[in-house]
């Protein structure tokens, strides 16, 4: 792995003065966790009303639909994007709490790195840095998953400190889901 990621790469909070690089991000099939990719009729959707969009992955109230169809409702989060410049590279949510879902499959932290920035040392910093912002959010112990043929990410994740507790069949049924835990230290 080349480990580029940039000195200035940084967590911001969704906007639209990153829109461009967002949309071709969407269009290199940029997705984060187990999203599925964004259709290009979606794609013209969220380019005709960016702002409409960023209100909807932002919005705490309401629901949302698990992989199994159950409607429950969100728990509190935080979307947050790494750029660099003006460039997006990638997005990770952190959930303040969990659920039984994200207790067995979401955890409290997901994250992405659009396709033309992989294997750039961005998945590691990006978790890095979302570790930075629990840290802030007092959260003690952090959940993290990955799918165990995602070598990628089980790297990044145990190279961030994880600590395997176990792996299961993902309730999804896309695989044997490995769930690790991050202990915070105080940055006291």
Same mark, same amino acid.
């Not at 259709?39 to 960023?54: S, T």
């Not at 961030?160 to 999804?172: F, K, T, Y």
């Given at each position: 792995?080349?480990?580029?990621?940039?000195?200035?790469?940084?967590?911001?909070?969704?906007?639209?003065?990153?829109?461009?690089?967002?949309?071709?991000?969407?269009?290199?099939?940029?997705?984060?966790?187990?999203?599925?990719?964004?259709?290009?009729?979606?794609?013209?959707?969220?380019?005709?009303?960016?702002?409409?969009?960023?209100?909807?992955?932002?919005?705490?109230?309401?629901?949302?639909?698990?992989?199994?169809?159950?409607?429950?409702?969100? #728990?509190?989060? !935080?979307? &947050?994007?790494?750029?660099? $410049?003006?460039?997006? @590279?990638? +997005?990770?949510?952190?959930?303040?709490?969990?659920?039984?879902?994200?207790?067995?499959?979401?955890?409290?932290?997901?994250?992405?790195?659009?396709?033309?920035?992989?294997?750039?040392?961005?998945?590691?910093?990006?978790?890095?840095?979302?570790?930075?912002?629990?840290?802030?959010?007092?959260?003690?112990? #952090?959940?993290? !998953?990955? &799918?165990?043929?995602?070598? $990628?990410?089980?790297? @990044?994740? +145990?190279?961030?400190?994880?600590?395997?507790?176990?792996?299961?069949?993902?309730?999804?049924?896309?695989?044997?889901?490995?769930?690790?835990?991050?202990?915070?230290?105080?940055?006291?």
């Amino acid at each position: 792995m080349t480990s580029s990621a940039g000195e200035g790469a940084r967590l911001v909070p969704p906007a639209a003065r990153y829109a461009a690089s967002y949309l071709a991000a969407l269009r290199e099939g940029f997705r984060r966790g187990i999203q599925p990719v964004v259709p290009a009729a979606q794609i013209r959707a969220i380019e005709a009303d960016f702002a409409l969009h960023v209100a909807r992955i932002t919005e705490q109230a309401g629901r949302i639909t698990l992989p199994g169809g159950e409607s429950v409702p969100k #728990v509190p989060f !935080t979307v &947050l994007w790494l750029v660099e $410049g003006n460039e997006f @590279i990638g +997005e990770v949510s952190i959930r303040h709490r969990l659920n039984a879902w994200l207790l067995q499959e979401g955890g409290n932290v997901g994250y992405g790195i659009r396709p033309s920035r992989q294997r750039r040392g961005y998945g590691r910093l990006i978790l890095k840095l979302a570790l930075e912002e629990c840290r802030r959010l007092k959260l003690e112990r #952090v959940l993290v !998953t990955a &799918l165990a043929a995602n070598r $990628g990410s089980v790297r @990044i994740i +145990e190279a961030n400190g994880g600590r395997l507790e176990n792996q299961i069949d993902a309730p999804s049924g896309d695989g044997l889901l490995r769930r690790y835990w991050i202990t915070l230290p105080d940055s006291a």
